[in-house]
Nanobody, 120 residues
Framework: VQLQASGGGLVQAGSSLRLSCAASGRALSAYAMGWFRQAPEKEHEFVAGMKWSGTSIRYADSVKDRFTISADSAKNTVYLQMNNLKPEDTAVYYC??????????????WGQGTLVTVSS
């Protein structure tokens, strides 16, 4: 699986951004798709995940009610709509493909990351 993330940028607190992840490869529907992030000097963090079917949607508590993950299977693209962004959301965001949204360690294919910077 090859993944290409895009959509990051510099925004002010309270703003919105939408990240996109274009996926290619065989048997994409067999994978769970997820977004992770890594802030400076912090550990890699699971943000959101789902199956291509739209089921098994899961969010980190820190983004619940602000972020929405979705997928367009016709375009092989997964999105992360981020609303009401906060400075603590500043990080490099990665999309990933894996086995289960309930097992972050199962995500083995990664995109290159896109930087989101939220100013206060």
């Amino acid at each position: 699986v090859q993944l290409q993330a895009s959509g990051g940028g510099l925004v002010q607190a309270g703003s919105s951004l939408r990240l996109s992840c274009a996926a290619s490869g065989r048997a994409l529907s067999a994978y769970a798709m997820g977004w992770f992030r890594q802030a400076p000097e912090k550990e890699h963090e699971f943000v959101a995940g789902m199956k291509w079917s739209g089921t098994s949607i899961r969010y980190a508590d820190s983004v619940k009610d602000r972020f929405t993950i979705s997928a367009d299977s016709a375009k092989n693209t997964v999105y992360l709509q981020m609303n009401n962004l906060k400075p603590e959301d500043t990080a490099v965001y990665y999309c990933a493909a894996g086995g289960s949204v309930y097992s972050p360690a199962s995500f083995g294919s990664w995109g290159q990351g896109t930087l989101v910077t939220v100013s206060s």
